[in-house]
C-alpha cells in the first residue's frame, strides 16, 4: 500500500501530473461503456436463444439479460484493464515517464520507434491472453484466480514504461517485474481494486502512478538507471 499513498500524495499536490493521469482514464472509459454495452447485447441474445431452445419459455429474455450482466460485470476489471493498456498506453507512457521525471530526476528518453511498435504489439497479445485466461480462471478458480491474473497484468501495465525506457522489452520485463520491492503487495491490492466495478475506474490512475514510483525507485536500487540497449524483448 506504500506505492498507492505515495501515489496518492504526489497526484493531489501536482495538477499537471493529476492531468495526465485523469486523460487516459476517460478516454478508456468512454471504449469500456461501449464495449460493455454491446458485449451485454450480444450475451443477452446468445442466452436468451439458448434458454429459447431449452423451452424456458417467456422468461427467457429477462433470464438472458440478467446472466449477460452478471457475466460481464464478474469480468469487467480485467476487461477495463485490457482496454486501457491497448486505448491509452501512449498516455500512459507519458504518465510513467512525468513520474520517474520528478521522483528520481531522470529524464530518460523514448526508445527508437521500430522497437516500441514492436513492444506494443506484443503487450496487445499479452492483455489479450490474460483476459483470456482471466475468463477461465473465474471458472476453475473463483475469486483467487481473477484478483491475481487482474493484479499482475495491472503491475505489467503500470511498471512497462520505466522497464522499457531502460532496454527491457516484455520478455524480461515479466522476469522482473515481481523483484520490485512491494511488487506483490502491489499485485494484490491492483488485483482487488480491479475487479470492483466503478472502483476499478476510478482506481486506475493511482495504479499507474503507483506502479510507475515502485519501477522507477526499484530498477535505480538495481542498478538499471540508464538506457542500455534492447535485450530479453522476446
Not at 441474445?45 to 429459447?52: A, K, P
Given at each position: 500500500?506504500?506505492?498507492?499513498?505515495?501515489?496518492?500524495?504526489?497526484?493531489?499536490?501536482?495538477?499537471?501530473?493529476?492531468?495526465?493521469?485523469?486523460?487516459?482514464?476517460?478516454?478508456?472509459?468512454?471504449?469500456?461503456?461501449?464495449?460493455?454495452?454491446?458485449?451485454?447485447?450480444?450475451?443477452?441474445?446468445?442466452?436468451?436463444?439458448?434458454?429459447?431452445?431449452?423451452?424456458?419459455?417467456?422468461?427467457?429474455?429477462?433470464?438472458?439479460?440478467?446472466?449477460?450482466?452478471?457475466?460481464?460485470?464478474?469480468?469487467?476489471?480485467?476487461?477495463?484493464?485490457?482496454?486501457?493498456?491497448?486505448?491509452?498506453?501512449?498516455?500512459?507512457?507519458?504518465?510513467s515517464?512525468?513520474?520517474?521525471?520528478?521522483?528520481?530526476?531522470?529524464?530518460?528518453?523514448?526508445?527508437?520507434?521500430?522497437?516500441?511498435?514492436?513492444?506494443?504489439?506484443?503487450?496487445?497479445?499479452f492483455?489479450?491472453?490474460?483476459?483470456?485466461?482471466?475468463?477461465?480462471?473465474?471458472?476453475?478458480?473463483?475469486?483467487?484466480?481473477?484478483?491475481?491474473?487482474?493484479?499482475?497484468?495491472?503491475?505489467?501495465?503500470?511498471?512497462?514504461?520505466?522497464?522499457?525506457?531502460?532496454?527491457?522489452?516484455l520478455?524480461?520485463?515479466?522476469?522482473?517485474?515481481?523483484?520490485?520491492?512491494?511488487?506483490?503487495?502491489?499485485?494484490?491490492?491492483?488485483?482487488?481494486?480491479?475487479?470492483?466495478?466503478?472502483?476499478?475506474?476510478?482506481?486506475?490512475?493511482?495504479?499507474?502512478?503507483?506502479?510507475?514510483l515502485?519501477?522507477?525507485?526499484?530498477?535505480?536500487?538495481?542498478?538499471?538507471?540508464?538506457?542500455?540497449?534492447?535485450?530479453?524483448?522476446?
Amino acid at each position: 500500500m506504500s506505492w498507492y499513498r505515495e501515489a496518492l500524495a504526489l497526484l493531489r499536490r501536482d495538477a499537471e501530473l493529476r492531468k495526465l493521469a485523469l486523460r487516459p482514464m476517460w478516454a478508456s472509459l468512454l471504449v469500456f461503456l461501449v464495449v460493455f454495452g454491446l458485449t451485454i447485447w450480444l450475451l443477452a441474445g446468445l442466452v436468451t436463444g439458448l434458454m429459447t431452445s431449452l423451452g424456458v419459455g417467456a422468461l427467457a429474455g429477462p433470464l438472458g439479460v440478467l446472466a449477460a450482466i452478471v457475466a460481464v460485470v464478474a469480468l469487467s476489471g480485467m476487461l477495463f484493464l485490457t482496454i486501457s493498456s491497448l486505448v491509452g498506453s501512449v498516455f500512459w507512457d507519458r504518465l510513467s515517464r512525468e513520474t520517474e521525471a520528478r521522483v528520481t530526476g531522470q529524464f530518460l528518453p523514448d526508445p527508437p520507434l521500430a522497437a516500441q511498435v514492436g513492444d506494443t504489439f506484443k503487450r496487445v497479445l499479452f492483455s489479450l491472453g490474460m483476459a483470456l485466461l482471466s475468463l477461465c480462471s473465474g471458472f476453475l478458480i473463483p475469486i483467487a484466480g481473477p484478483i491475481a491474473i487482474a493484479g499482475f497484468t495491472a503491475t505489467v501495465d503500470a511498471t512497462g514504461g520505466s522497464f522499457f525506457r531502460r532496454g527491457i522489452g516484455l520478455g524480461g520485463q515479466l522476469r522482473r517485474v515481481l523483484r520490485l520491492p512491494g511488487a506483490i503487495g502491489f499485485l494484490i491490492v491492483a488485483g482487488v481494486l480491479s475487479l470492483v466495478p466503478f472502483l476499478n475506474v476510478a482506481a486506475l490512475p493511482l495504479t499507474m502512478t503507483a506502479g510507475a514510483l515502485m519501477a522507477a525507485r526499484g530498477l535505480i536500487s538495481q542498478a538499471l538507471d540508464k538506457p542500455s540497449g534492447f535485450v530479453d524483448t522476446i
